[in-house]
């Protein structure tokens, strides 16, 4: 009895270990092939084969390279992940790696041409300025004001009461020293002037000279057929500088009067002595002969005086005024007769 079991034993020792040699020579089936086989097994069971995923990367790669131009540009690039499969099988299938990866690059822009102020100061130019200088007109001299009117006489001989020649104005020379010249102006005064001349009678001239420290003029009177006039001038004046001028006229008609009576201006006169030369006379009143009693006679006003010196302008006035309306009514008159003819002619 003993012995059929240790018999039985070996037996089954045996046949393990032949067993054992078959299972350890024969090569393992493939892991799909497991997989597979645990897949197509037809038990009604879910076997959940759960494959890890692979360790999501949320990965943050950022490339930042320092931009040239110190410029606040940020360029973020972000990659979308793939949209995980929430698939629910009985085999979980592994997604493709969600990866939620953020790939912030930085690139380094290139030098932009709009925030940029490129701030050049150029050298200012200089400006030309062509200023055109106008030759400035010389400075207009003040006119002279009048001259003062000055009382002047000539007595005969050593006597000096008796008196032959009376003047009584205001003088004022304008003269130029050539042609090219302008005019100067120049008045006499009185209160430095000095008084000489000579009487005439019986056809004897009678003159006035009148000298100051600059001026010399002297006037000579004649008498023609009981008609005196101012005959001729002679000025000179001192210039300055050992300048003189002198200029002289000997053939002068002014000033004329009767004898015993005396010549009066009293409104200013101009007279042209030479071309060279102006007499302006301011309260003119001269009597060169026949004075009695020291005093002047009647005097024989100049036409710029004569109060009838206006009728010969307002007669010419009246004279065209008269032709006008003579024009006019003569132009009326033709034209009535004009009309009437011709409604005579109609009605014929």
């Not at 106008?134 to 004001?145: E, G, N, Q, R």
């Not at 205001?170 to 008084?195: H, I, R, W």
């Not at 309260?283 to 002047?296: A, M, S």
Request: charged share 10%; aromatic share 6%; proline share 8%.
């Amino acid at each position: 009895m003993a012995v059929r079991v240790c018999m039985t034993l070996l037996v089954i020792l045996l046949s393990g270990i032949v067993h054992s040699d078959d299972l350890v020579t024969s090569p393992l089936p493939a892991t799909d092939e497991l997989a597979t086989k645990t897949l197509t097994t037809p038990h009604n069971m879910t076997n959940s084969t759960t494959v890890p995923p692979t360790t999501p990367h949320n990965t943050t790669n950022s490339t930042t390279v320092p931009p040239t131009t110190p410029h606040n540009t940020t360029n973020s690039t972000t990659v979308h992940p793939t949209t995980p499969h929430n698939t629910t099988n009985s085999t979980t299938v592994p997604p493709t790696t969600p990866h939620n990866t953020t790939n912030s690059t930085t690139v380094p822009p290139t030098t932009p041409h709009h925030n940029v102020t490129n701030s050049t100061t150029e050298a200012p130019t200089t400006a030309h300025t062509n200023a055109t200088s106008v030759p400035t007109a010389p400075p207009t001299t003040p006119p002279v004001p009048n001259p003062t009117v000055g009382n002047y006489d000539v007595k005969s001989g050593n006597a000096t009461s008796n008196v032959c020649l009376l003047a009584k104005m205001g003088l004022q020379f304008s003269f130029k020293m050539n042609e090219s010249a302008s005019f100067q102006t120049v008045n006499l005064n009185p209160n430095v002037t000095d008084v000489s001349g000579t009487c005439g009678s019986g056809g004897k001239d009678s003159s006035l000279l009148l000298k100051s420290d600059e001026i010399t003029v002297n006037f000579v009177f004649t008498n023609v057929s009981q008609k005196f006039h101012l005959h001729a001038l002679t000025f000179s004046v001192n210039v300055g500088n050992g300048n003189v001028f002198n200029v002289s006229n000997n053939n002068l008609s002014l000033w004329e009067a009767s004898v015993g009576s005396s010549y009066m201006c009293k409104k200013e006169q101009s007279y042209n002595i030479t071309d060279k030369l102006t007499l302006n006379t301011f309260e003119l009143r001269v009597q060169p002969f026949g004075v009695q009693n020291n005093k002047f006679n009647t005097a024989e006003d100049c036409v710029a005086d004569d109060p009838d010196n206006f009728v010969i302008p307002i007669a010419v006035g009246v004279a065209l005024a008269v032709l006008v309306i003579i024009v006019l009514l003569a132009y009326l008159i033709g034209r009535k007769r004009s009309q009437l003819s011709g409604y005579q002619q109609f009605d014929s």
